[in-house]
């Protein structure tokens, strides 16, 4: 048995996993397993992965979202890890990307959960390990207004930690679900991702309720030596209202699950949520259109 499932969730992304398999596969040899989920249940997507026998196809049947796929895609494994990755990422095989994360868990037993550095298409560094979100998030996160007129300003820049170059392993609070590999053990502790969370903040919610644990093997780390790239295109967020709704839906899930006021913040948040919810489905609307 191999010692890590690699898990991949698919939505009509042909085009995105001829590209992510082929170099997945050399890396897999070594000692991991490929999964891809379709969420599609497409037959191009099932034709695809049928022309790599290496791959196990699970069809979904229907769209599960991100979180409860990625379940039944780590369902029945009982090796050690787990390694949830995008099908439009791209690892480097060069560096080892997948077995570096491995390497890192077997030489770190206090660190669960560990993400690569992620680069852009460009070679530019993504951000894909943060901080905690908080109230500031709401105004400063990546895609806000502000942030985009003043990326300088430093509540933008300590919540993406901009300012760090991605040179040195360091603990932080949660990585990109775009890649993460967790233990197994800890992620069955926690009852995998909380498949409330349709789309979007279900790698911010698993990292944080494994930092939550009483339990020595809690830590969630960055590891520069595994590289990968992530192909991010034009955001479907802004062409669909469904996911738009998706988005803030989880980030309400997210503000009631983790903040212990949220009672008594609820009115406000709420109408941050209102309104950023109608400003995204405008820019949906006129985007689609185009």
């Given at each position: 048995?191999?010692?890590?499932?690699?898990?991949?969730?698919?939505?009509?992304?042909?085009?995105?996993?001829?590209?992510?398999?082929?170099?997945?596969?050399?890396?897999?040899?070594r000692?991991?397993?490929?999964?891809?989920?379709?969420?599609?249940?497409?037959?191009?997507?099932?034709?695809?992965?049928?022309?790599?026998?290496?791959?196990?196809?699970?069809?979904?049947?229907?769209?599960?979202?991100?979180?409860?796929?990625?379940?039944l895609?780590?369902?029945?494994?009982?090796?050690?890890f787990?390694?949830?990755?995008?099908?439009?990422?791209?690892?480097?095989n060069?560096?080892?990307?997948?077995?570096?994360?491995?390497?890192?868990?077997?030489?770190?037993?206090?660190?669960?959960?560990?993400?690569?550095?992620?680069?852009?298409?460009?070679?530019?560094?993504?951000?894909?390990?943060?901080?905690?979100?908080?109230?500031?998030?709401?105004?400063?996160?990546?895609?806000?207004?502000?942030?985009?007129?003043?990326?300088?300003?430093?509540?933008?820049?300590?919540?993406?930690?901009?300012?760090?170059?991605?040179?040195?392993?360091?603990?932080?609070?949660?990585?990109?679900?775009?890649?993460?590999?967790?233990?197994?053990?800890?992620?069955?502790?926690?009852?995998?991702?909380?498949?409330?969370?349709?789309?979007f903040?279900?790698?911010?919610?698993?990292?944080?309720?494994?930092?939550l644990?009483?339990?020595?093997c809690k830590?969630?780390?960055?590891?520069?030596?595994?590289?990968?790239?992530?192909?991010?295109?034009?955001?479907?967020?802004?062409?669909?209202?469904?996911?738009?709704?998706?988005r803030?839906?989880?980030?309400?899930?997210?503000?009631?699950d983790?903040?212990p006021?949220?009672?008594?913040?609820?009115?406000?948040?709420?109408?941050?949520?209102?309104?950023?919810?109608?400003?995204?489905?405008?820019?949906?609307?006129?985007?689609?259109r185009?």
């Amino acid at each position: 048995m191999k010692s890590t499932r690699i898990i991949i969730v698919a939505y009509h992304s042909e085009d995105d996993l001829s590209r992510c398999l082929p170099a997945l596969i050399k890396e897999s040899k070594r000692d991991a397993e490929i999964v891809v989920v379709d969420n599609s249940s497409c037959e191009k997507t099932k034709k695809l992965v049928a022309s790599f026998p290496e791959i196990i196809y699970i069809d979904a049947k229907e769209n599960l979202g991100f979180a409860k796929a990625n379940n039944l895609g780590a369902k029945d494994f009982n090796g050690e890890f787990l390694c949830f990755l995008n099908p439009d990422t791209e690892v480097k095989n060069e560096v080892n990307s997948i077995t570096k994360l491995a390497e890192f868990l077997h030489n770190n037993p206090k660190v669960a959960v560990v993400g690569p550095l992620v680069k852009n298409t460009d070679g530019s560094r993504q951000m894909s390990f943060r901080r905690w979100p908080s109230f500031k998030t709401a105004i400063f996160n990546r895609y806000s207004l502000i942030t985009k007129l003043f990326p300088n300003n430093p509540w933008s820049k300590s919540y993406l930690m901009s300012n760090d170059n991605g040179e040195i392993a360091k603990k932080v609070d949660w990585v990109s679900g775009c890649c993460l590999m967790v233990r197994k053990e800890t992620f069955t502790k926690i009852g995998g991702f909380n498949e409330e969370y349709f789309m979007f903040c279900e790698d911010t919610a698993l990292c944080k309720s494994i930092s939550l644990l009483d339990d020595d093997c809690k830590e969630i780390w960055f590891c520069p030596t595994s590289i990968i790239t992530h192909h991010i295109g034009k955001s479907i967020s802004e062409k669909s209202i469904k996911i738009v709704y998706e988005r803030h839906r989880s980030m309400w899930i997210y503000f009631k699950d983790y903040n212990p006021h949220w009672i008594f913040l609820s009115p406000i948040t709420i109408l941050g949520l209102i309104l950023r919810t109608v400003w995204y489905s405008i820019k949906a609307i006129n985007n689609a259109r185009k």
